[in-house]
């Protein structure tokens, strides 16, 4: 199979190229290189513009609940604290980008993915596994990129508003074109919700939760708007921009602040050339932008602002048809800004890595290997290799082997009163066994993997600080299956997880907080002539909100109903049931979740 094109047009991501990324499913994060998802010897799940409006997906944390082995814990309703599991790791071991742009909080470490717009997102992939041989700190668990709507073609409009429960309305607009060789696409949308009571705290003593009692219901509001355009000229330059901007109100209940206002920005932009026909440059800079003002009761409390600047280069050699050699070098500095006193408040990491694909008979091999020096943890080396051997023709067994590090976050670090400029990074090795084929009654893949960590970062309370003294050993099975029976489409998947503290002490062998054991998803549509039905069953086993597992939150399962009827050309009516059988249920201990509800659409799209 001829993996690797030899002409310039291929090698460069053409506006031409861009469409078949979303029609053909090609990747680009597993591996920083574009392949499609029959090549790559990772775990992926990708997540289209389709199946974003097929689904009726309202959030990205809809889109992400019930992927393979991720675990969400939200701390009450829409615009509340979100965080992402992925494969039995912390929340901050997952490396976010939007546009090739890495995303999240300097001092937190994570993610805001409450405030992330779903209405301008094009496609999500999930990497699953180490990712630090190519991408540095952070991809422990794996990687979430995020592409906004890139546009392209014909002159183009959308629209849509909805309304639902709890006074939810919501509504979007956007406007894309470019012709042949360019693109643009603008995107606006906006949400506001009256919400519900976020959290059943206990006030001290013994407080727990959000340690308050504030029976109201805590709104959020968000407006959000995206811009991308590029072009691709003849001589094989190709130049492409970027920026998303959200900015949000948050009401929470909380004992020091119990409202945010907060900002989630990206900028950026990618210029690709190839000077000869089997090299390719692709040069990257961007910025990123975490802001948060937090309120009690109206009354300024404190802000917290971070940048995170990157810029990388990456020259990608492609030997043969079935050989690549990537090479690439990385900077970055992450700056703070806040009405608390860090002792530091920036530092930059520069990173190089190399990276060797081939294929050869029926096997595939890919080798990466990659250094970053730190300004404060000097030099951190990580490696991965996978390799892929075809049993038959649609039967393919995979194994890879990673390490992967974390540096500590400015919070762990410098937090006034809190934090331990002593720390080390965390340090991880995973192996992983896949097997996977395709037949006339669909197509499934089943995953074996264990992941070790070390200097994993926990609260001492001998130095009333953070330190490295925990360990953690996470062993998981995934299972995936997709068919087509009598027009229905079906999608399903299954993963457990055995995610064991392995730290000295009372809380060795105990189960990692707020991760699920057990979760299952099950998608099935069908589209009539000129409406279309579905439902999803999410399903997920037990897990304990803390290290000593004195406190369980109980499994549950919900079910979404949805449907869809054409108005007319181009107009569509969605309808969704979300929570059908209303259960009462929570991931995170104290928190609430959204009960029964419906939510209506009017969509307009070519």
């Keep these: 199979m001829n993996k690797y094109c030899l002409t310039a047009a291929a090698l460069l991501l053409s506006s031409a190229c861009a469409y078949a990324e979303i029609n053909n499913d090609l990747i680009v994060t597993a591996t ?4 499609s998802v029959d090549d790559t010897l990772a775990s992926v799940t990708i997540i289209t513009r389709k199946d974003i409006e097929r689904l009726q997906i309202r959030s990205v944390q809809d889109a992400l609940q019930g992927v393979p082995g991720i675990t969400i814990a939200n701390s009450g309703g829409a615009g509340k604290a979100t965080s992402i599991f992925l494969r039995g790791t912390e929340s901050d071991h997952v490396l ?46 794996g990687v979430i990129q995020i592409f906004t709507r890139k546009g392209g073609g014909d002159l183009t409009p959308s629209f849509s508003m909805g309304t639902g429960r709890y006074n939810e309305y919501n509504a979007s607009a956007g406007l894309s074109g470019g012709g042949k060789d360019g693109w643009f696409s603008f995107n606006a949308s906006g949400i506001d919700t009256q919400g519900f009571n ?28 995206s811009l991308r355009a590029g072009y691709h000229f003849d001589n094989g330059l190709e130049l492409d921009a970027y920026v998303l901007r959200s900015k949000g109100n948050s009401e929470y209940d909380g004992s020091s602040t119990n409202e945010a206002e907060s900002v989630q920005q990206i900028q950026g932009a990618t210029v690709r050339f190839s000077p000869m026909e089997i090299w390719q ?35 990608d050699f492609y030997i043969a048809n079935n050989q690549l050699l990537s090479l690439g070098i990385d900077y970055q500095n992450d700056k703070v800004d806040s009405t608390k006193v860090y002792s ?20 595939d091999l890919q080798v990466s290997l990659r250094q970053d020096d730190n300004e404060q943890f000097n030099k951190h080396t990580t490696g991965s290799f996978a390799w892929g051997y075809a049993l038959a023709k649609q039967l393919r067994l995979t194994a890879a082997y990673g390490t992967a590090f974390k540096a500590p976050t400015f919070n762990e670090l410098y937090y006034p009163g809190y934090g331990n400029s002593t720390l080390e990074p965390e340090e991880s090795r995973s192996v992983e066994f896949g097997l996977s084929g395709a037949a006339g009654i669909g197509s499934w893949s089943l995953s074996v993997y264990q ?12 130095i009333y600080a953070p330190a490295n003294i925990a360990q953690a050993r996470i062993r998981g099975i995934e299972a995936v299956y997709a068919t087509r029976f009598n027009g229905w489409i079906i999608n399903s998947n299954l993963s457990l997880l055995n995610p064991e503290n392995r730290a000295s002490g009372s809380n060795r062998g105990n189960i990692l907080a707020r991760r699920a054991q057990q979760s299952l998803r099950l998608d099935i549509d069908r589209q009539f002539v000129n409406y279309s039905l579905g439902a999803s069953l999410l399903a997920q086993g037990r897990s304990f909100n803390n290290l000593g597992n004195t406190k369980r939150l109980d499994g549950f399962a919900t079910l979404d109903l949805r449907a869809e009827y054409g108005l007319a050309k181009n107009w569509l009516l969605q309808g969704r ?24 659409t009017l969509r307009y799209q070519p």
Excluded: W
């Design 32 to 35: 920083r290189t574009a392949q």
């Design 577 to 600: 049931i979300e929570n059908l059988l209303d259960k009462n249920y929570q991931t995170a201990d104290f928190y609430n979740q959204a009960r029964r509800g419906v939510f209506v």
């Design 344 to 363: 530091e408040t920036s530092r930059d990491d520069k990173g190089v890595f190399a990276q060797y694909q081939i294929n050869f008979s029926t096997h």
């Design 198 to 225: 976020a959290c059943n705290g206990k006030p001290s003593p013994g407080g727990a939760g959000c340690y308050t009692t504030e029976l109201d219901k805590d709104a959020y509001r968000r407006v959000s708007g």
């Design 96 to 141: 976010v980008m939007i546009d090739e742009v890495k995303l999240g909080s300097v001092t937190t470490g994570s993610t805001a993915f409450q405030h992330l717009p779903i209405e301008q997102i094009e496609r999500i992939e999930i990497v699953r596994g180490p990712r630090s041989s190519l991408y540095g700190s952070e991809a422990i668990g």
């Design 451 to 462: 992941t070790d960590i070390d200097q994993l970062i926990a609260y001492d309370s001998n």
């Design 281 to 315: 440059l692709t040069l990257a800079a961007g910025r990123s932008q975490d802001e948060s003002d937090n309120f009690k009761d109206s009354q300024f409390k404190s802000r917290f602002n971070t940048e995170r600047d990157s810029i990388s280069l990456q020259s």
